[in-house]
């Protein structure tokens, strides 16, 4: 069965540095992964997803992510962090047996200091 | 604006009481899904159903049942509430099964049970 570790819970950056966000899957053939952002009080965003192609995506509000297949990874990244940035980041694999079912990772919670 | 929305953002309900959590979309999506989310833990899938009238269990359905009578329309049930189903409960919906489409979340209901 698929899974996703984010080995990092919580993660502290000054805002204007770069950040490096981890997730690890695990999985048989070639994943389905999305990144999402919660924010305080919110739903989750969709931020980027990978299904196929360049394995370096780009999304929303500057973010992208690199997959890495000898890895096992799907990193998030951003040059220059925001004060908005500040939520809680969530990796997820689609399930093998399709249906647009995910499987998501426990999470990291990032803060940015002023 | 694509919107999904749940009844409640905050819930306080006593051990034993049958508990409604209701959730709409206004996408014509044809998925839809119920996750809880607990620190630590990420979101894990309930159930989900990808027709009027289907249903299918998630990771963690017990305790659980769910209705799903008209397209735009999901419910979550708890027959017996009891203290560890203390939770917050997000709604999520998508395009049809096989495409690993984007889930669109709502904000969340935050389910206390005393």
């Known amino acids: 069965a698929q899974s996703v570790t984010q080995p990092d819970i919580h993660i502290t950056v000054s805002e204007g540095a770069s950040l490096e966000l981890r997730c690890n899957y695990s999985y048989g053939a070639t994943p389905y992964l999305f990144w999402y952002v919660q924010s305080p009080g919110q739903g989750l965003q969709l931020l980027l997803k990978y299904f196929s192609g360049d394995t370096l995506v780009q999304g929303i509000k500057g973010f992208e992510a690199e997959f890495k297949r000898s890895q096992s990874s799907f990193n998030l990244r951003k040059p220059s962090v925001h004060w908005s940035d500040a939520a809680e980041y969530f990796c997820a694999v689609a399930h093998t047996g399709g249906g647009n079912k995910l499987t998501f990772g426990t999470g990291t919670q990032l803060k940015v200091e002023l | 604006d694509v919107k999904v929305t749940q009844s409640s953002r905050y819930l306080v309900k006593r051990t034993g009481e049958k508990v409604f959590l209701e959730c709409v979309q206004d996408?014509?999506?044809?998925?839809m899904f119920w996750y809880r989310q607990d620190p630590g833990l990420g979101l894990r899938l309930i159930y989900f159903?990808?027709?009027?009238?289907?249903?299918e269990k998630g990771d963690i359905p017990e305790g659980y049942s769910v209705s799903r009578e008209k397209k735009e329309r999901f419910s979550l049930i708890l027959e017996s509430a009891s203290t560890n189903q203390t939770s917050m409960y997000l709604c999520a919906s998508s395009l049809p099964l096989g495409n690993y489409n984007e889930q669109f979340f709502g904000p969340g209901t935050r389910l206390t049970v005393l």
């Open positions: 159903s990808y027709d009027v009238k289907m249903k």
């Open positions: 996408m014509d999506h044809e998925n």
